[in-house]
């Protein structure tokens, strides 16, 4: 009886997807994280080595560090949680000392009994092997000590994000000596590594005859502010200034001579490759992002009914991260934003400092992340529980132009579809209450576009061609009439975004967040009815 109550005991522990340590066990599997090191392989060309950091250890103040978070990229390659880690990925059989290959190797913290008393358990190279999958798996030091002769390869990749901000903690293995290992071994010279973006000037300079120079000037003068690169190039502002046409001649040999290969070491390949990946989800991901998404519409409903006008915008922020911790998420996806009235005006509002939310709108604009994946969520309510005809007109144009977007974002349509179809629908509203005066004026009650792709990022990497299924997006229209805006006054600190969260599937768009009501009338239901932290009061510590 004793065994057959401890096999039900383990069985029950495993349906709900956490060990019997009491530790989560539904992350990604370690077949998953293979399957994307495989597909990367695949992509890489012949004689090359792809070599990926995890992130480092930011310090928050003195000797407090934030929360580890892992760089999406290595954690979708390895699954790996913990710092100082490199992983190197061969696009062709090794051979090791004893004859066996291989074709990836991970470096990972060296395990110490001290180090983990003060900081948690660390996995170690047998976990390595254990849990992640890898055969061959060894502690930093080994990386450090390692013939790996990068020099010897047609290409080495890297993911781009060399930002020389790694902290030197001394010890020899963090991920700050990993990175110096790498660029001796490797002979990486920022220096001598040409961006995308110039590669595109300097070709745009070497083919264009000089006497037609002025059709390139003009163009590398319109990206200049946003490509600081070129205004600090000394060829493309030697071309740009030079006086005649010989010294513009000059200037594009310097340009050819600068565009021969001086390294083997890529930094743009890696980042294309894994965003053409990383568009599109597997079934196992779209099972962790659609549990981050539901906590996050559970969050919007619980707040809906526990908002009361004399509440703080923090507190609101802290009754949406309560239900996200209820269930499990690790963290939130984004810094939260909850902007009453004119602060949701601010795209990016986080302060969330507001004492009182008072009779204004409330936007909210949070996420969970749920092992790994992050959600996207936003609505917009009245504090009070009631729109006024004013909120109400507003955000009913809102939904009328998400509906819209959300139709467009089919397979096969291109990535701004749901951006153009949203700001019809805005315009036309916008028209017809009379705060824009032609269906062409330019304005700025909608500055951003209305989709980006969702996932181990909130802000995902892709290509941005067009959609394709299996596709996580959002689709986020809004308004926002600050305060001085030239319209009629009623309009001021009125901001509206409602945002979701859509599989692109062949068979049409699927609203993942669609738990949370959307529509003016639902919300006001919403609100209307009780709250579970009605009766939750804490002592008054002002008095």
């Not at 956490?18 to 530790?23: E, I, P, R, S, W």
């Not at 020899?172 to 010279?189: H, M, Q, R």
């Not at 009914?305 to 911790?325: C, R, W």
């Not at 919300?523 to 932290?533: H, R, T, W």
């Amino acid at each position: 009886m004793k065994k057959l109550f401890s096999s039900l005991f383990m069985l029950a522990f495993i349906a709900l997807g956490v060990a019997q340590d009491g530790t989560p066990t539904d992350y990604l599997s370690k077949e998953f994280h293979k399957s994307r090191r495989d597909l990367l392989r695949s992509k890489m060309p012949k004689n090359s080595v792809a070599v990926v950091f995890a992130n480092p250890v930011r310090n928050r103040a003195n000797d407090v560090d934030y929360v580890y978070h892992q760089d999406p990229n290595f954690y979708y390659l390895t699954g790996y949680r913990e710092p100082n880690a490199v992983l190197v990925i061969f696009s062709d059989d090794q051979t090791d000392e004893n004859g066996n290959n291989y074709n990836e190797v991970i470096y990972v913290q060296q395990r110490n009994a001290r180090a983990e008393m003060w900081n948690g358990r660390r996995l170690g190279t047998e976990g390595a092997k254990k849990q992640l999958g890898f055969s061959k798996a060894y502690n930093g030091i080994d990386f450090v000590n390692s013939k790996i002769n990068f020099k010897e390869f047609d290409k080495v990749f890297i993911d781009g994000k060399f930002k020389d901000d790694y902290r030197n903690l001394g010890g020899g293995t963090d991920i700050y000596d990993l990175v110096v290992s790498f660029k001796e071994k490797s002979g990486y010279n920022p220096d001598s590594y040409i961006s995308n973006v110039k590669k595109y000037f300097y070709s745009q300079i070497k083919e264009t005859p000089v006497e037609n120079r002025a059709n390139v000037i003009s163009v590398i003068k319109r990206y200049e502010n946003q490509y600081t690169e070129l205004k600090k190039d000394a060829i493309i502002q030697g071309y740009i200034n030079a006086a005649d046409e010989k010294l513009a001649k000059e200037m594009q040999q310097k340009v050819a001579l600068a565009m021969k290969p001086k390294t083997n070491v890529d930094l743009d390949f890696m980042g294309a490759a894994l965003a053409d990946m990383r568009e599109i989800k597997t079934e196992e991901e779209i099972k962790l992002l659609t549990k981050a998404i539901r906590i996050s519409a559970v969050g919007q409903i619980e707040v809906m009914k526990a908002m009361k006008p004399h509440m703080s915008e923090t507190e609101l922020q802290g009754i949406h991260e309560f239900v996200y911790k209820k269930y499990g998420a690790e963290y939130e996806g984004y810094p939260s934003i909850v902007g009453a009235g004119n602060n949701g005006c601010i795209l990016h509002y986080i302060e969330n400092n507001k004492t009182k939310v008072g009779n204004d709108l409330v936007l909210m604009d949070l996420g969970a992340e749920y092992r790994g994946y992050t959600a996207d969520v936003t609505r917009t309510i009245p504090a009070n529980g009631k729109f006024t005809p004013e909120q109400k007109a507003i955000y009913d144009i809102v939904y009328k132009a998400q509906e819209a977007g959300i139709k467009a974002s089919v397979v096969g349509a291109g990535f701004n579809a749901p951006n153009m179809a949203s700001k019809a629908e805005i315009n036309k509203g916008l028209l017809a209450l009379g705060i824009i005066k032609s269906i062409d004026e330019r304005h700025n009650y909608l500055p951003h576009g209305v989709s980006h792709y969702l996932g181990l990022d909130v802000h995902d990497p892709g290509t941005y061609s067009k959609f394709r299924p299996n596709t996580v997006i959002t689709v986020e229209p809004g308004i926002y009439i600050p305060e001085g805006s030239p319209c009629d006054k009623k309009w001021w600190g009125i901001a509206v975004r409602i945002e979701d969260d859509i599989l692109i599937t062949e068979k049409g768009p699927v609203n993942l967040s669609a738990e949370a009501p959307r529509t003016s009338d639902a919300i006001e239901k919403m609100m209307a009815k009780p709250s579970v932290l009605d009766a939750f009061l804490l002592p008054d510590l002002d008095k």
